[in-house]
């Protein structure tokens, strides 16, 4: 086998040794048995065509914002690979961009470097935020706390808070753990918020039960008065809405014993107005024939004749007694509307014979038929003069005196 110059960057000799050159000399990069020459060269080759792939791919990753230290890393190793690579190509291309990079990677360290400050700051921020709402929460009036909000409210705090501390970039240690301080005592301010406000609820609670339990031992105490209790029940009912509440769940199973002793009142006393209604509904129909012979006294006009019958319907109507007590109302009021029907034709006489009145009414008559007469008069010389205007004013001004004239009744 002779020496062969398959290419610029390297050679097979006789023995089959595969040469690389570098600079002004070659080197040996090892042998492919059973091979031509130029089967020989083509594998070193690929050995190459390798090592400018992972450069290449090592320039996109800086190029990319890979982190600086991972690209400097990999340079340091590739540069070591290279320089004693068994591979067949342009080595010192291969070197040249490696020591390129090495610029690209300062520059990156330092663009990462600010990004990271940027970053860290922006994670300072957003955790302090956090915080300030955790802050606001522990800061609300305890007694006006909306607790289910508020609890609620703080687990997303908390839980933002975790999910920050592992996805958000890293911050420094100091402002770390005085931001975790200041959540820590928000949180616990709010824990003992909550518990100080229920352990007083629940003492309120408990006097409200206390009271009401007193008010329904009271309230089935008047069971043996049956209706006449009825009073009784209606005071403790007052207090019973004055005593507040104990709880949904405690209140309407208390209500419950309340009100039932209360049905017992009532049901006595519906039992006694059964009894007097029956008792009661012949009273009823002779208030209604009463009430008959009353209602037309509406239309009476002879206030002396009105009144005399009222007066004999009203005797009769106490001496009656008592009707069923859901009829006391309407059979009442009608015989309110028939009085004071009567009393107005009373008093429209007294208004129309009280002498002052009727001394002020007579001396404006008097005037009033001397203007008549003269409008009376302007009339008819109106008339006479076939004028319309002078005789339309002339009715109108004699319309007027007549109707304030009856006005007045005369």
């Known amino acids: ?78 540069a070591s690979s290279i320089a004693t690579a ?25 663009q990462q470097s600010q990004e990271a400050k940027a970053a860290a700051v922006a994670a300072v921020a957003e955790r302090a935020a956090i915080v300030e709402e955790a802050e606001r929460l522990a800061a609300e009036d305890p007694a006006k706390t909306q607790w289910k909000q508020t609890s609620a409210a703080l687990d997303v705090l908390f839980t933002k808070w975790q999910a920050h501390q592992h996805d958000a970039p890293r911050i420094p240690k100091g402002e770390a753990n005085e931001l975790w301080k200041r959540f820590r005592a928000a949180r616990t301010t709010i824990e003992q918020n909550r518990k100080a406000f229920f352990a007083e609820l629940d003492s309120a609670h408990k006097d409200v039960r206390n009271r009401k339990q007193q008010l329904i031992e009271k309230a089935e105490a008047l069971a043996p008065q049956g209706a006449d209790g009825i009073p009784a029940y209606r005071t403790l009912l007052d207090e019973w809405k004055m005593a507040g509440r104990s709880g949904k769940k405690q209140d309407d199973a208390m209500w419950a ?37 009353a209602e037309p006294l509406l239309a009476e006009t002879d206030r002396t004749k009105a009144r005399n019958a009222l007066l004999s319907i009203q005797r009769r109507w106490d001496a009656i007694g008592k009707v069923p007590r859901d009829q006391v109302k309407v059979i009442e009021d009608r015989l309110r509307k028939v009085e004071t029907a009567v009393r107005k034709l009373d008093d429209d006489h007294w208004k129309r014979n009280n002498p002052e009145t009727k001394a002020r009414a007579e001396g404006l008559a008097g ?44």
């Open 86 to 110: 068994n591979a067949v190509g342009n080595l010192q291309a291969l070197t040249d961009r490696l020591a390129a990079l090495g610029g690209t990677v300062s520059e990156l360290n330092e």
């Open 1 to 78: 086998m002779t020496t062969t110059d398959q290419q610029p960057w390297g050679r097979v000799d006789e023995s089959g040794t595969v040469y690389v050159r570098e600079g002004d000399g070659e080197r040996a990069v090892g042998q492919y048995p059973d091979a031509t020459p130029e089967e020989a060269l083509a594998y070193f080759e690929r050995k190459y065509v390798e090592l400018n792939g992972q450069v290449t791919l090592l320039e996109q990753r800086a190029r990319g914002g890979a982190p600086a230290a991972d690209i400097a890393k990999t340079v340091k190793n590739l």
């Open 257 to 293: 014993k309340f009100k039932a002793a209360g049905d017992v009142l009532y049901s006595a006393k519906s039992e006694v107005d059964a009894v007097e209604n029956e008792e009661f509904s012949g009273n009823l129909a002779q208030k209604l024939e009463l009430l008959t012979e």
């Open 367 to 410: 005037q009033l038929n001397d203007a008549i007469a003269k409008l009376e008069s302007a009339l008819a010389d109106a008339e006479a003069s076939k004028d319309p205007a002078r005789i339309q004013e002339a009715k109108e001004s004699l319309e007027t005196r007549k109707a304030w004239l009856k006005a007045i009744g005369q």
